[in-house]
């Protein structure tokens, strides 16, 4: 079932949630408006500068501003040429990810050469990333957040060669608490299990050097090092980093990633002392003046959840250790089960950094029948790039959608936002797309994204092994 109101002189996008009951009746649970007039003027004239989030400490936890990649473009941002490049990075990235699961399930010892390790996400301005504020030593470094990454690391001076970056880049020449890590050492020798590569001797034995590649040809390497971490006045002792002195890639002017996954390594292993292993996040959209939150600590009186927290178990995976697998066991789609042969048997990998959620095709093929069988009345568009149901919205201010909620082992879901159900491809709404995508090989796994992340408060308890999730209107203030 559909409802569209003709459009006004500037187009507003509006979308209704809409849920069937057993009578077939429909009733709207809860609208959100995209006003393209915000869009358009951010569009053409982008940010200025890359402002610093804040950060605040509350009740023995920390809590930090959370803004999306775009806030420290300078640049005019072309919306055609964005989204084309949003999504060919994304796909790089899955692809990537996908190949180095396959590599540690089978156990084979690869040449990182061989397989590109997609440590890090937001590798360009345009992907759907977000970033935060941490302090290292004396100076702020604004990062992006990536649970699919566990080391940390930051563009340093003197740099070989490193990309254009928004601020000061990270000298240890200038920090007395600055230590390099050696190369003998165990912490050197974690970088194995954290980066899918081997600690490095060079010609000074009192380093570790480490190097990571990309699924586009980016990388980043240099040396790990030990410093003061600081979060909203809460310091942490002796967090080990990357120093990146030869980095390539169109980071978005960020000063470097911060690694939110599980191995040693791990910015939240490196802080369980302080923060007892819990973080979570509640990611904005990307309209102007939006901006989410990332909470490190497990003070849920901070989360301005609107559902009650649902919680559902960590799949254990000896191969897969480093990653946030979850047991997906079911689809809505307007309160209509699909019917599906598996909804991934091996698990659903939850991550920061992909965009899209990827889905076996056989529940994507389910999904796509129902999603039309309700969603009718509006002409259908060409697809765009890894998105194969787009609809033509020209002439409508607002639709009504059906409401898309994930299933959990332990009765938890995830019901997505109307905010991440429809990616925009044309200003002008003659191409939307549904934002939810097919896995290419139906081997591969299911990658929840964080578009369908959306104004969703997402716990990760490593301590528990858990995961929750919460309604919430992302807004840091």
């Known amino acids: 079932m559909a409802m569209g109101t003709p459009m006004l002189p500037f187009f507003l996008y509006l979308v209704s949630l809409c849920i069937l009951n057993a009578n077939e009746v429909c009733s709207y649970e809860e609208k959100k408006m995209f006003n393209l007039q915000m869009f358009q003027k951010k569009q053409q004239h982008g940010h200025q500068g890359c402002l610093l989030p804040e950060s605040r400490r509350e009740k023995g936890s920390i809590v930090l501003e959370m803004k999306d990649t775009e806030h420290c473009s300078k640049k005019k941002i ?11 990075l994304d796909d790089l990235r899955v692809r990537s990810m996908q190949n180095r699961i396959r590599k540690l399930v089978s156990g084979k010892n690869i040449e990182a050469s061989q397989t590109p390790i997609p440590l890090a996400s937001g590798i360009n301005l345009q992907t759907l990333n977000y970033i935060v504020t941490m302090g290292l030593g004396s100076m702020n470094m604004t990062v992006i957040i990536d649970t699919g990454s566990d080391l940390t690391w930051v563009q340093c001076e003197p740099c070989m060669s490193c990309y254009n970056q928004q601020g000061p880049m990270f000298k240890p020449s200038t920090s007395s608490s600055y230590q390099s890590v050696s190369c003998n050492s165990s912490t050197c020798q974690s970088l194995q299990i954290a980066t899918g590569n081997t600690g490095a001797c060079g010609s000074n034995t ?38 990146g002195r030869n980095n390539k890639g169109l980071f978005g002017g960020v000063s470097g990633l911060m690694g939110l996954g599980r191995s040693y390594l791990s910015l939240v292993s490196q802080t369980n002392t302080t923060f007892g292993g819990v973080f979570s996040y509640c990611l904005p959209t990307t309209e102007d003046g939006a901006s989410g939150s990332l909470v490190m600590g497990n003070e849920s009186s901070l989360f301005r959840n609107v559902t009650p ?40 990998l939850l991550d920061s950094g992909t965009v899209i959620t990827r889905l076996p095709p056989s529940v994507y093929k389910a999904l796509k029948a129902e999603f039309l069988k309700q969603f009718t009345g509006f002409p259908s568009a060409p697809g765009f790039s890894i998105l194969d149901t787009c609809f033509n919205l020209t002439g409508y201010d607002e ?17 997505v936002d109307a905010t991440g159900t429809f990616y925009v491809v044309k200003e002008d709404a003659s191409q939307v797309c549904l934002a939810i995508a097919s896995l290419s090989n139906a081997y591969d796994t299911a990658i929840i994204g964080n578009y369908q992340q959306r104004n969703q408060r997402v716990i990760y308890d490593t301590k528990q092994s858990k995961v929750g999730f919460a309604g919430e209107q992302c807004n840091f203030s």
Not at 78 to 88: A, F, P, V, Y
Not at 313 to 336: A, E, H, K, S
Not at 399 to 415: C, R, Y
């Open 399 to 415: 639709v009504s959608t059906p409401t898309i909620s994930l299933h959990f082992e332990d009765n938890a879901e995830l019901k």
């Open 206 to 243: 009192s380093t570790c050097n480490y190097v990571v590649n990309y699924g586009d040809g980016s990388y980043t390497n240099g040396e790990l090092g030990v410093e003061k971490l600081n979060f909203g006045g809460v310091l942490v002792s002796d967090f080990v980093f990357g120093c």
């Open 309 to 348: 927290i649902t919680y559902t178990r960590m799949l254990p995976n000896p191969q897969l250790t480093n990653f946030y697998i979850l047991n997906l066991t079911g689809i809505d789609v307007g309160g209509v089960a699909l019917q599906a042969p598996s909804f991934g048997s091996d698990g659903v």
């Open 78 to 88: 072309d919306w055609n040429r964005r989204l084309q490049k949003q999504l060919i």
